[in-house]
C-alpha cells in the first residue's frame, strides 16, 4: 500500500461535517449573549450618568461625598473575589471538592464584604442628606451604583445555589455547565465594576 | 492541508461524538494568577494616577480611561477565556457587536445631551 493509495481513499463522511459544537460551549455562547446585554443595559445606565454627573443642583458633589480609600477596599474584595471565583471553577473541572468548597466561600465571603462597605457608604450618604432624591447627580449615581450592587446581590445568591447543588448532585456535567454560567457572570460583575470605579469615583472625585 | 483535493476541517472530529462532553484542557492557575497580577497592578496605577500628579493634570481622564480598557482586556483574555480558540469565534463577535452598541450608547447619549444643554439652557 503507498502513501498515494491512503490519500486517495475516500473520507469518512463525518470528516467533512466538524458536527454540532460540545454542549458546554453553547451553553457558554448563549450565556455570554446574556451577558453581553445586561452590559449594554448598563452602558445606558453609564450613559445617563455621564450625562447628569455636573447636575448636582447645589447639593453635595462626587469630589466632598466619595472616598477612595474605602473604594480601593471594595475593588480589591471583588477583584480578590473574582481570583478566588477563577480557582473554585477550576477545582471544579479536577472534581476537588474541598477546594472547591473552601474557595467558593471566600468568594461568598469576599462579595458579601463588598455589598457590606457598599451598603453602608450608601447609608452614610443617605444621613447626611445626599439621598438618591436630592440631585439629578445622586439619583443616576445611586442607579448606576445600586444596580452594580443588586447584581452582587444575585450573584451571591446564585453562589448558594451552586453550591447547594454541587453538595447535592456532585460535579454532574449539567452542574459544571451551570458552574461556568456562574462564575462568567461573577467575572462580568467585576468588569462592571472596573467602569464604575473609574467613571464615577476616580474621574467623579477630582 | 487537503486530502483528495478537499480541504480537511481543522478539527478532525472522527474521535469525538457529537453532543457528547469532552473534558477540554481549562486555563490553568497559572493564567488565573497572572491576570490577577495584571489587574491589580493596572488597579493600583488607576488610583494612584487618580490621586497624585504624576500625569499631566488636564490627561488624567484620558490615563484612567486607557487604564479602565486594559483592566478590562485582562478580564475578558484570562478571566473570561476570550481567546483565538477556533471554540471563541461566535463569542469574539458577539463582543464586538457589543462593544459596538455600548459605544453608540455612551457616545450617542453624551453628544446629543451636551448639545441640548449648550443650545437649550
Known sequence: MTVTAIDAAPLPPEALNPGPAPTRTVVAYGFWIFLLSDIIMFSGLFAAYAVLWQHTAGGPTGRELFDLPNVFIETACLLLSSYTCGLAALSAEHRQAGRFYLLEAMTFVLGAAFLFIEFSEFAGMVAKGAGPSRSAFLSAFFTLVGMHGAHVTSGLLLLLYMVAQVAAKGFRPHVLRRLLCFSLFWHALDIIWVGVFTLVYLIGAR | MS???????????????????????????????????????????????????????????????????????????????????????????????????????LTGSCWIMVNLSANML
Open chain 2, 3 to 105: 486530502v483528495a483535493g478537499r480541504p480537511l476541517p481543522e478539527r478532525i472530529p472522527a474521535e469525538r461524538t457529537p453532543g457528547v462532553e469532552v473534558e477540554e484542557s481549562r486555563a490553568g492557575v497559572v493564567s488565573y494568577t497572572v491576570g490577577f497580577g495584571f489587574a491589580v497592578i493596572l488597579t493600583v496605577m488607576s488610583f494612584v494616577v487618580a490621586q497624585t500628579d504624576l500625569l499631566w493634570a488636564p490627561g488624567i481622564a484620558v490615563g484612567l480611561v486607557v487604564l479602565a480598557f486594559a483592566q478590562i482586556g485582562v478580564h475578558l483574555v484570562f478571566f473570561l477565556h476570550m481567546g483565538t480558540g477556533s471554540d471563541n469565534t461566535n463569542n469574539i463577535l458577539a463582543l464586538t457587536y457589543g462593544v459596538w452598541i455600548v459605544f453608540l450608547v
